[in-house]
């Protein structure tokens, strides 16, 4: 027998251990998926759970059931790999050695890892959206809160889904028109970015957005503490912002056990070929979904795309053959924009988000870089899909390689 270990069924784990069970004779391989817990998250859903607009058993499935017949899951705490040895170590100190091992334990929020955040104010004025502890505590929060100043933060980058902070502000925007407050409320964008996003055609588009909502931009803040005293950010070039009530997306780094093993980044991120996801320093592990170090955004659209080019290309690396597919960083993300709308960004490696349609050329239903109500729609279908698809590995009729199809480019 020879042995596939996947460490995390999160979104990327799920979809490798389904699509590859389905390829991988039971006679010949065994199939097994480690998390720490039973309990499978949507967390694109963590951003309406402020709102009211889900409550958190509708975003919960059991990690069993989103698993095919014939893989094993195992509940454990991974403790370390040695991958000198091919062997993964729980914490309950129990072995499981593998031929080929596939990390996929994601990313996850350290607000310990800024001074100031978990001091006396978090979750009484501090929050963050990107738990579902705290996306519920910070629905009492905004339900509470009749003015004054809310600052949305993002610590650094990279983060999951980047654009989440600013669909958060785009949401609170019009929360707060429905509830006759905007005029009480001063919203405020704070990131480390030089504008409110990375590439230049999308961050002038969400730029312009934050303007026509009255919120103001505060830039380059590179955060090096929090005084939870006197309520205030506080960058490394002595910049201070105050709030009364802060949504900070803190840090996002890999998994721990990562670095303890030696197979991360100074983020806990595993280092591997941008292309076949294959780590830089082992023939026999590869890296999927937020947990690796590609150039692209963290995002279950990602993880989804990258399986794809990852599965054939594993089936053909276990024979012993070249990799003959290539991952391009495709990714696409839709973006609420409060009031029913939406945009949508698709990109990869090399294209940045341009306007246009998707995914048919001129017709849609999606509009590139425009808020419609299609785009908005698209959004919410995208739970339906995620369980009953996307996880399961279904197939969808969407190239995992980007196209320029649809797209304007401009002169
Ligand atoms: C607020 C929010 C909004 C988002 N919105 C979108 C969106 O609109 N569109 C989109 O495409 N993406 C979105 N995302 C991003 C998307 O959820 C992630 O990119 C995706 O889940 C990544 O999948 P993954 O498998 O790499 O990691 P995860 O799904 O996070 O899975 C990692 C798994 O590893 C397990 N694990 C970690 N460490 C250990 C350990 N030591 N021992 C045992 N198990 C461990 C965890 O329990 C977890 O189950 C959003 C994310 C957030 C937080």
Redesign the pocket.
Known sequence: MRRLLV????????MVANRLRRELAPAEWQLTV????DD?QY??G??FLPFGEYQPDQLTRP?HSLLAAGIELEI????RVDAAANVVILASGRSLPYDYLVI?????PRPDLTPGMLGNQWRRSIFD??TADG?CALADALAGFDGGRLVVHIADLPI??P??PLEFTFLADAYFRERQLRDQVELVYVTPLSAAFTKPIAAARLGSMLDERKVLLESDFVIERIDPDAKSLISYDEREIPFDLLVTVPLNLG???VARSGLGDESNLVPVDKHTLLSRQHRNIFA????NNIPTS??????HFSVEVFVDNFLQYIEGKPMTGSFDGHAN??IEAGNGKGLLIDFNYDTEPLPGRYPVPGIGPFGLLAETRANHLG?LA?RWIYWNVLLPGRPIPLPARMSMAGKKTQN
């Open positions: 460490l995390g069924a999160g979104t990327a784990g799920t480690v998390d720490r817990d499978h967390q694109p963590y951003l990690r454990g705490e991974i403790d996929a334990t994601g990313v996850a959206f990107y996306a999951k889904c654009v989440a998994a721990e056990y999927v979904g937020d947990a963290k995002a279950g659209s990602v993880a993300c839709f959004k995208f």
